[in-house]
């Protein structure tokens, strides 16, 4: 009788053990990633934002730059809501995304950095059942702007090599798939445009199919370090540019891109449309002659 009582408990422990297993393997639909350094209100917003989300499927990592302003007792007060957290120096922005991304075991990640919200709690909801299987999921985002004024961004028409040659997508607003950075993490040279690269050398260079969600994602602080920083910037853009795009390419790019991003992605909806095709071909002609005979 022992015998059997034993077998008994040594069959169920077996079955919690393999439970238990199954469950630390399954992979998650959503991995949250926050990166944060001396932002203790902001990430509080953050924070608040993503635990409330009424999708449970996912879990929540914090990467914070050895903080020194109370955000790592921030980050304690919802330690039992936290799947990862460390809070130790890092060499920039990128460096502890790349950290995050190291601990991340869901099927998508996203980068909810501090100061930026999911806009409302069912966010995570909608891009679960609306969306499908493409390797980039995007989102429109927002901010308010000091007058109150509400702003959503508008997503091209496709994020055609031309539309990314001068632009980009809203990145908070994204949503990709964990094997994107088997191979490639965000360059870590980089210090403001890091995101920018990825966007294309993906869908680009790698052809990664992207999907819209027609939804707001991301209420963003209005600043960025982009505003900051712009000369740098502009240099990082060049300097990428130059890396990933042929020189004959970025000639005829620079001269299409003296038109601003909207006006180029509504040129490109035109040029699909054939009767639209050859009206713009007609007009460009009579626009051409009528510039040759006030140049004479």
């Not at 039992?80 to 120096?89: C, F, K, L, T």
Request: charged share 25%.
């Amino acid at each position: 009788m022992d015998f059997f009582i034993f077998c008994r408990f040594i069959t169920l422990d077996f079955f919690i053990f393999v439970s238990l297993w199954a469950h630390l393997q399954r992979i998650m639909k959503y991995s949250i990633i926050t990166i944060n350094y001396n932002n203790r209100d902001g990430l509080r917003r953050t924070i608040e934002s993503v635990v409330n989300q009424t999708f449970r499927d996912f879990e929540y990592i914090i990467i914070d730059g050895g903080s020194t302003d109370g955000s790592v007792e921030v980050i304690k007060e919802y330690a039992d809501r936290i799947d990862y957290w460390v809070s130790e120096p890092d060499k920039g922005i990128y460096n502890a995304m790349n950290k995050g991304i190291l601990q991340a075991h869901g099927e998508y990640l996203n980068f909810m950095n501090s100061g930026d919200c999911f806009y409302n709690k069912r966010v995570l909801e909608k891009v679960a059942f609306n969306s499908k299987e493409a390797s980039i999921i995007v989102g429109q985002d927002c901010y308010v702007n000091k007058y109150g004024e509400s702003h959503a961004s508008t997503l091209p028409h496709y994020p055609s090599s031309l539309f990314l040659y001068v632009a980009t997508l809203p990145h908070q607003s994204s949503f990709f798939k964990k094997d994107l950075f088997e191979h490639t993490l965000y360059d870590e040279r980089l210090k403001i445009v890091s995101d920018w690269k990825f966007y294309i050398q993906q869908i680009i260079l790698r052809g990664a199919s992207i999907e819209y969600c027609h939804a707001i994602i991301c209420l963003r602080e209005p600043d960025g370090i982009c505003d900051h920083q712009p000369d740098r910037m502009f240099h990082e853009r060049k300097q990428v540019l130059k890396e990933l795009y042929p020189n004959g390419i970025q000639k005829d790019y620079d001269i299409l891109c003296l038109m601003d991003s909207t006006s180029v992605d509504r040129l490109l909806q035109l040029c699909k449309n054939e009767k639209t095709r050859i009206f713009l071909t007609s007009a460009i002609k009579i626009i051409f002659h009528i510039y040759k005979l006030l140049t004479i």
